[in-house]
């Protein structure tokens, strides 16, 4: 099956299955570093900790946006 064939099947699935395709797509051609995927994971998890404790500085959306 060439590229083509694909291209056409593809134009029947609903766009969730294409979402699929694409971000399947996407993680071959641009692996997730595992490392840095599990610091990322560490530290959104400190900072919601902190956040839900009160202890975050926080700002509103207005202001990160209007800058």
Not at 42 to 62: A, D, F, N, P, Q
């Amino acid at each position: 099956m060439g590229v083509n064939d694909i291209l056409k099947e593809t134009a029947n699935l609903k766009p969730e299955e294409k979402y699929l395709i694409v971000e399947n797509l996407i993680q071959e051609l641009n692996p997730i570093d595992k490392d840095i995927e599990k610091a990322w994971i560490e530290e959104s998890e400190k900072r919601l900790e902190l956040y839900e404790k009160g202890e975050l500085e926080t700002i509103s959306y207005e202001e990160a946006f209007n800058k």
